[in-house]
């Protein structure tokens, strides 16, 4: 455990969810061109992203049931592989149901990666330090994000759709031979045969996890943390500011590449005070949503144009959700049995998707409800304006809301069992400041 060919593993599985993200997130730079290639209106176009993340959040549990059985080099290296088709077919396509077939396939492959790249890095790895590679991993894999954003952009604008996305799919390609030849599902896969658990045993495991408060309370908390910045950067943040805030494609790139910097230095920081204060998890889940909230209603009231620091505190207070949402998976881990991980871990990853999911498809029907009733065309410059946007993000504030009012109600009963079960009594985080402030006075 945590040998040099363990973090040999931790390097295929963090290669494997850049090139994942980057497949995820390769949609968002084009929606423009979407728009124009397909001929469709707002609704049409988030349905490609959304279609992508419900098949995403369906394939989690099964996913999660499978890692259990098989072990996580399966899954990564056919994750890749169905992304590749995925995306070949994306780059041929010329109508919006051939798009939706490439973006199912995407979805599917990305479904099989992030969970089962967690779930290899549990096999190689002990003690405190998962919470921090957990961490790490997710930052790692945010720069796929910034590969969408600038090269693949930049290829995008200079040799066309189809020849932009093969070359997308030819880099999966390179992710399934890199596994098949490197990766190992455990440092204990290469003395012995990994014991594969019955399908019956699996699917109890799966039950546990799901009775468990502890994993819904990892679920709600990647649900309200993680949503907001997926259906910014997978789909509304780029038309939102190269058309609505005026700034252009380049600008917009730029931007959007702020918000993996900032989880860059945010999630190693998150994974440090996770590990040291494991009581305190979900008070930094909801202090991040909170600033979240307060920054997006401060933009979107303000009057006429945003500054461009308040955009700037917007995508950083949004990109620290991203590492936030992994303190979920931290909860999975924490209050289920190992043998139970890859389907608690599944559990959990559907949060945020799902919310994200619902946010864009909603965000998307405000947009075109509003083109409609103002009596527009449909076209780029009048279905992104800002005074669109404006009205339409508030849906945030209903899909999060909702995950808010679950998460403390799951929080409650988390620590109800815990106090029952270990005799641990996690007081309100305003008691534990004052007993600390009271005991360094004295």
Excluded: C
Aim: aromatic residues 8%; hydrophobic residues 55%.
């Amino acid at each position: 455990m945590n040998s040099r060919r363990a973090w040999l593993m931790f390097g295929v599985a963090a290669f494997a969810y850049i090139v994942a993200v980057m497949q995820r997130s390769s949609l968002g730079v084009a929606a423009v061109e979407a728009t124009d290639r397909y001929g469709i209106a707002a609704t049409a176009l988030s349905s490609l992203a959304v279609v992508q993340l419900i098949v995403y959040a369906a394939l989690q549990i099964p996913v999660g049931v499978v890692i259990d059985r098989v072990g996580p080099r399966t899954l990564i290296a056919l994750g890749a592989a169905l992304m590749a088709v995925g995306q070949s077919t994306l780059s041929v396509s010329s109508t919006l149901g051939a798009a939706l077939v490439g973006r199912i396939l995407v979805g599917a492959g990305d479904a099989m990666t992030f969970i089962s790249a967690i779930r290899l890095l549990s096999g190689w790895f002990a003690g405190r330090s998962l919470p921090l590679l957990s961490q790490l991993l997710g930052t790692i894999g945010a720069f796929g994000q910034v590969i969408s954003a600038f090269p693949l952009a930049a290829a995008l604008h200079r040799w066309g759709w189809t020849p932009t996305y093969l070359s997308a799919a030819g880099i999966s390609v390179v992710v399934v031979v890199v596994v098949v030849l490197l990766a190992s599902n455990s440092h204990a896969a290469t003395t012995a045969p990994p014991v594969r658990p019955a399908w019956a045993a699996s699917v109890g495991y799966l039950r546990q996890s799901l009775r468990t408060p502890g994993t819904q309370l990892g679920f709600w908390s990647h649900y309200v943390s993680q949503s907001s910045l997926t259906a910014f950067t997978l789909l509304w943040g780029f038309p939102f500011l190269s058309i609505g805030l005026g700034y252009g494609p380049t600008a917009a790139a730029a931007l959007l590449t702020l918000t993996v910097v900032v989880g860059a230095v945010s999630g190693p920081a998150l994974g440090i005070l996770t590990a040291r204060y494991p009581l305190r998890r979900s008070n930094l889940v909801l202090g991040i949503v909170t600033t979240m909230a307060i920054t997006w209603a401060a933009l979107l009231a303000w009057p006429g144009d945003p500054p461009l620091w308040l955009l700037i505190v917007l995508l950083v207070s949004i990109a620290i959700g991203g590492p936030a949402s992994l303190i979920g998976l931290d909860f999975a881990r924490s209050f289920n049995p190992a043998r139970a991980l890859g389907s608690a871990s599944g559990i959990v990853n559907v949060g945020g998707f799902m919310a994200s999911l619902l946010i864009m498809l909603l965000v998307g029907i405000v947009l075109d409800l509003i083109d409609k009733a103002a009596g527009g065309t449909g076209s780029p410059a009048e279905l992104y304006s800002f005074g669109s946007f404006r009205i339409a993000f508030l849906v945030q504030y209903l899909v999060v809301g909702i995950g808010v009012v679950f998460l403390l109600h799951a929080r409650r009963r988390t620590r109800h069992r815990l106090h029952a079960e270990e005799g641990i009594e996690v007081d309100p985080l305003w008691v534990a400041v004052v007993r600390a402030w009271r005991r360094r006075r004295a």
